[in-house]
């Protein structure tokens, strides 16, 4: 146990590791009493009205990329952003009936896989990712509801190192995977890889830590989304 708290620097600073430990056991107890983060959107799902004849709603389904979209689409009301921070296609998983299927949607954006890389739900492998992505999009499919396969965004290790845990090759054969299913499914793929990146990295000025865009990138981004939303509704 000693060299472990060494290695973290108790001797330097140990009030900082202190509190780094309370932060992190407290993220672990949040997260062991709702896995799926169920209670994330559920009361807003609760209050939210059924949608209109002929009303276009799009439900925003993945991870931090979605939920950290900065003024997601102020003029477009049926668009739905139901994504969560640091969650991996598992715990998607476990949540799509209640914040896709239930909502009623004409089409769901789906993005996840890059915190599966990471480890943030356990081990995980390009086949177990895409089990549970065609898990979502089967279910999807089952009731109606058009589907959009977002690629993963590349990461860069331009503010800190990124690629120790998100293999940018594991990036690349996994889009590769996904733009093949797409294909094979039916679904629209929409490639915010290629607006993003360069050569394996994403450009670091389209990012704020080399994970999440900036606003310049999500600037990148929406016309790709647009339109595969538009392709969606159109088939």
């Given at each position: 146990?000693?060299?472990?708290?060494?290695?973290?620097?108790?001797?330097?600073?140990?009030?900082?590791l202190i509190e780094e430990l309370e932060k992190e056991?407290?993220?672990?107890?949040?997260?062991l009493s709702d896995w799926g983060k169920l209670t994330k959107y559920?009361?807003?799902?609760?209050e939210l009205r059924a949608?209109?004849?002929?009303e276009n709603r799009v439900v925003f389904f993945g991870d931090d990329v979605f939920e950290q979209w900065p003024d997601f689409f102020p003029d477009k009301k049926e668009y739905l952003n139901r994504g969560i921070s640091n969650q991996a296609t598992p715990q998607m998983l476990v949540r799509f009936r209640q914040d896709v299927v239930a909502l009623k949607?004409?089409?769901?954006?789906?993005?996840?896989?890059?915190n599966d890389f990471a480890g943030y739900a356990g081990p995980a492998t390009e086949g177990t990712i895409s089990e549970n992505i065609v898990t979502m999009?089967?279910?999807a499919k089952l009731h109606g509801i058009r589907v959009v396969l977002a690629s993963v965004t590349p990461i860069c290790d331009c503010v800190k190192i990124l690629s120790e845990r998100r293999p940018p090759g594991k990036i690349l054969g996994f889009n590769g995977w996904l733009k093949g299913y797409a294909r094979q499914s039916g679904s629209v793929y929409a490639d915010?890889?290629?607006?993003?990146?360069?050569?394996?990295?994403?450009?670091?000025e389209l990012t704020t830590d080399g994970l999440i865009p900036n606003a310049v990138g999500y600037a990148e981004m929406t016309p790709v989304i647009e339109k595969a939303i538009a392709e969606a509704l159109a088939r």
């Open positions: 146990m000693l060299p472990w708290l060494l290695l973290l620097g108790l001797q330097s600073d140990p009030a900082k056991n407290t993220a672990y107890i949040r997260l559920g009361s807003e799902n609760a949608p209109k004849p002929g949607p004409k089409v769901v954006v789906i993005m996840g896989g890059t999009v089967e279910l915010l890889y290629a607006v993003l990146g360069q050569g394996r990295n994403m450009r670091k």
